[in-house]
């Protein structure tokens, strides 16, 4: 399991340099998600936030501009490293560190909000993190998770020989593509959610790790996908959802 987190953690240290936040999508997005927050955590019984896989720092920022007092963790140094500096540009003290969302190293009945973007899909342990997340919440706690059915496809038989053969083809996106796919080719069956998750099989987990009150975000209020740049219609399942609930 060691190897699994040290390929995650490769391949997100060097992706780190170019990771984008939500205002690069549009500030439109950034204030939509803030919203979102905002809604969801307001009645928590108090200010300590913990934002898991937190990257650059997006969703701790958000919590921090809310008036929590915020802990942003990711396995990635160079992640957390990159969110210290944000966190100095915009004068915001949050303390980032680096850690394991499957094995958080905090007491129980720490933080009074949980929340977590875009890190189920890639977790060996799913189920680990969030008892733990739910471990470290409060009682009247809440978990806010994002998350989506990314269609994540790593390589069948020889596609690798072609993607090595032509690797130096490869600028900007494509690079990132093929980064991603060698970092995630030799790990992907080791990893529940690799193609992605839907709100049903996270709310199973969420019920599992006893969570309460579980529900689902109307995403329509985004008006387009924040991550495919597709407008949202009845008639698609979304990409992504937004999950809270309670401890």
């Not at 240290?13 to 919203?35: Q, T």
């Not at 969302?101 to 977590?116: M, P």
Request: one cysteine or more; proline letters at 3%.
């Amino acid at each position: 399991m060691e190897k699994v987190k040290t390929s995650i953690k490769k391949y997100w240290n060097w992706r780190s340099k170019s990771y984008g936040c939500d205002a690069d999508k549009s500030i439109k997005i950034e204030n939509r998600w803030e919203s979102v927050l905002r809604e969801l955590v307001s009645d928590a019984p108090g200010r300590q936030a913990l934002d898991i896989g937190t990257g650059r720092g997006q969703f701790a920022f958000y919590l921090a501009r809310l008036d929590f007092a915020v802990t942003g963790v990711d396995l990635s140094e160079k992640m957390i490293s990159h969110a210290r500096e944000n966190a100095i540009t915009h004068k915001r003290n949050i303390d980032f560190q680096t850690g394991d969302a499957e094995k958080l190293e905090f007491e129980d009945n720490t933080f009074d909000v949980v929340t977590s973007r875009n890190l189920l899909w890639t977790l060996p342990n799913p189920d680990k993190a969030l008892n733990e997340w739910r471990r470290v919440l409060r009682p009247g706690g809440t978990l806010v998770v994002s998350d989506g059915l990314w269609m994540n496809y790593t390589w069948k038989r020889i596609h690798h020989l072609a993607f090595k053969l032509f690797k130096e083809k490869f600028q900007n996106g494509g690079l990132t593509s093929l980064r991603f796919f060698s970092s995630y080719a030799g790990i992907q069956k080791l990893l529940p959610y690799y193609e992605g998750i839907c709100f049903d099989n996270a709310s199973m987990l969420l019920q599992t790790a006893r969570f309460k009150d579980i529900k689902s975000y109307d995403i329509s209020c985004f008006g387009m996908n924040p991550y495919m740049r597709k407008r949202l219609t009845k008639k698609i399942e979304p990409d992504f959802f937004i999950a809270y609930a309670k401890v």
